[in-house]
């Protein structure tokens, strides 16, 4: 595996992949989400706060072309003849009309190849209809097209619990009519949901390796201002893991992996001012350090407990 480490991880596979580095820019197409808008909830995910769903103000095709030059820009300041994933980030992209999913992938299409190697769409497993797959799979032609998809945890209960609003079937269906498409997928997974555990960890892991997604985010439970978690964190009725049984946790979670899924993030960050717990947050590299020396102790590696076999994506 790159770099030695005993799990895959995101940027030597990129360069391996692409055959140059590639940076992703963030970009804001003002999307909103069914479970704020009143079509499945309202208030969010249990977790979320108001910034992670987006403005719901629809950015218009120049502004979000503006972004993404911008942030072509910055990349090439920093990484002359890098390459570009562009990833529309807030939260579900393809919860629109389907002319304005066309009008936000045109802004794409003037990059595509260079610097543009690769469009990431985040959406909902129950956002995402046919035909915004055939929209992605035509674009899928000229550069791979993955969506991000959130599973968050492989339980109904769980997922009903932190109102969700979407089950764990809804998300096997999405990343099976996607790969069908032609489309890579990025599962999300959050360790220490309430109710969830260690026996969570490796159940969500679990379910991911079964589903075949190439990539793998996953990070801890952070409880943010402006959350439902607030006021329960505020009554005493939440905890969140400490850094030693994440990493341990972790490291349950990536034994399950498929050897060959790709872990794209490992450990959460949100801004001092706006976390209320946990009270730790190392950078990623520790994380990454501590995760190998975790494994290394076990003497064991990503996908050294996969349970079933891999149904590869693209
Ligand atoms: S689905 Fe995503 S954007 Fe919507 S409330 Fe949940 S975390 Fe926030």
Same mark, same amino acid.
């Given at each position: 595996? @790159? ?21 992703? /820019? ?19 995910? /249990? ?19 503006? %972004? ?20 529309? %980030? ?7 009309? *389907? ?9 794409? %299409? ?11 769409? +985040?959406?909902? @497993? ?20 993955? /969506? ?5 945890? +492989? ?7 932190? $109102? ?33 555990? $260690? ?28 959350? %439902? ?31 060959? *899924? ?18 730790? *947050? ?5 994380? $990454?350090?501590?995760?190998? +020396? ?21």
């Amino acid at each position: 595996m @790159p770099e030695d480490l005993p799990f895959n991880t995101l940027r030597p596979w990129l360069l391996e992949t692409f055959g140059r580095p590639v940076h992703r /820019v963030a970009l804001d197409a003002g999307s909103t989400c069914p479970n704020r808008d009143g079509a499945k909830g309202f208030g969010g995910c /249990v977790y979320c706060d108001v910034e992670g769903s987006g403005t719901g103000a629809l950015r218009t095709g120049a502004a979000l072309a503006a %972004q993404l030059e911008a942030g072509i820009a910055r990349v090439s300041r920093r990484d002359t003849g890098a390459g570009v994933i562009a990833y529309f %980030q807030s939260y579900s992209n393809t919860y629109v009309e *389907q002319e304005r999913l066309r009008e936000v992938l045109a802004v794409v %299409q003037p990059h595509l190849g260079d610097p543009v190697v690769c469009v990431s769409v +985040a959406t909902r @497993p129950d956002t995402l209809p046919d035909w915004a797959l055939s929209e992605l799979s035509r674009l899928a032609e000229r550069v791979p097209v993955w /969506v991000e998809l959130g599973l968050e945890a +492989a339980s109904d209960r769980v997922l009903e619990e932190i $109102r969700r609003f979407h089950t764990v079937a809804d998300f096997e269906d999405a990343v099976e009519r996607a790969h069908a498409a032609g489309l890579g997928v990025v599962g999300h997974a959050i360790l220490g949901l309430p109710g969830d555990g $260690r026996d969570g960890a490796r159940r969500t892991a679990d379910a991911l390796a079964r589903s075949g997604v190439t990539g793998v985010k996953v990070h801890n439970l952070m409880v943010l201002r402006r959350t %439902q978690l607030e006021k329960a964190w505020n009554a005493g009725e939440l905890e969140v893991l400490d850094v030693d049984t994440y990493v341990e946790w972790l490291a349950d979670f990536v034994e399950r992996l498929a050897p060959d *899924q790709v872990l794209h993030r490992l450990t959460g960050d949100a801004p001092a001012a706006e976390r209320l717990a946990p009270n730790w *947050q190392v950078h990623k590299n520790e994380v $990454r350090e501590r995760l190998a +020396a975790e494994l290394g102790s076990r003497g064991t590696r990503q996908g050294g407990r996969t349970a079933t076999t891999h149904a590869s994506g693209r």
